[in-house]
């Protein structure tokens, strides 16, 4: 069986590496990889474009998964409704919409609470989690990274 700590590390490993590949790539400049030297008569380098534009957006999600995943975790604490409506941890941070959070949760397949991110979003109303908008978010545990 895989060893999680052991994979972990290997993923761990692979940012460098995607790190350089956008970079040689001009994506981190031109996201359209308009930086890239290719013959716009020629339909084989123009689907290769297509494709490799495709694998970089791909690429550079998962390069920005790893480098959440290493982040220290600042802040494990409840979320309180302050005056002005927004929820905020013991030490301030606030979330607002299109936050990212991680929430102590029961997923619907494991037994255990286990932590979950999603995102925070507003209904006009409330702020709510994305994909959890029945659990209220009072009260919650939360981690800042």
């Not at 380098?45 to 495709?54: H, I």
């Not at 604490?77 to 949760?105: A, F, N, Q």
């Not at 709510?128 to 919650?140: A, C, F, Q, W």
Request: charged share 30%; aromatic share 8%.
């Amino acid at each position: 069986m895989a060893d999680l700590t052991m994979t972990l590390a290997r993923v761990a490993g692979m940012k460098p590496r995607i790190d350089d590949i956008l970079k040689y790539s001009t994506y981190d400049e031109h996201a359209d990889l308009r930086g890239l030297h290719v013959d716009n008569k020629d339909s084989d380098q123009l689907f290769q474009l297509r494709e490799l534009r495709a694998i970089m957006e791909k690429l550079a999600d998962i390069g920005g998964s790893i480098e959440y995943l290493f982040r220290p975790v600042l802040e494990t604490s409840t979320l309180h409704k302050d005056e002005s409506g927004e929820y905020r941890t013991e030490k301030g941070y606030c979330y607002r919409s299109g936050s990212l959070i991680e929430v102590l949760l029961q997923d619907n397949s494991q037994e255990v609470l286990c932590w979950i991110q999603t995102k925070v979003e507003h209904d006009g109303e409330d702020y709510y989690l994305v994909g959890y908008d029945d659990i209220p978010m009072e009260g919650l545990n939360v981690r800042v990274r």
